[in-house]
């Protein structure tokens, strides 16, 4: 069974940073693309960046283009997000995900993590 992880979120001050971990174990499938995404209670899921496990190309929401940046470690099984320069409307609960299917950008993704929280006080 596939299990996603995500760690790291936590609360800091305007314009601090964080760096989150996102781990995929278990099952059989190759990872294709993992992938970050936040929401905020009320509101819809959104995608923040995501990642080609192949390409390493990576791709962000324009909000956080120039603040986050996402890298993988692939012999880990492990992607992060760096966030910088936070900013109070970036708290949300992020959500690490992943899928065995190429296409980046494709909206359907087959693995989710529980979430972790990222309170940014202003």
């Known amino acids: 069974q596939v299990q996603v992880v995500e760690s790291g979120g936590g609360s800091v001050q305007a314009g601090g940073s964080l760096r989150l971990s996102c781990v995929v174990s278990?099952?059989?499938?190759?990872?294709?693309?993992m992938g970050w995404f936040r929401q905020v209670p009320g509101k819809e899921r959104e995608f923040v960046s995501a990642i080609s496990w192949k390409t390493s190309n990576p791709f962000y929401t324009d909000s956080v283009k120039g603040r986050f940046a996402i890298s993988r470690d692939d012999a880990k099984n492990t992607v992060y997000l760096q966030m910088n320069s936070l900013k109070p409307e970036d708290t949300a609960t992020y959500y690490c995900a992943a899928d065995g299917r190429v296409g980046v950008l494709r909206p359907d993704w087959n693995y989710w993590g529980q979430g972790t929280q990222v309170t940014v006080s202003s």
């Open positions: 278990g099952g059989t499938f190759s990872i294709a693309r």
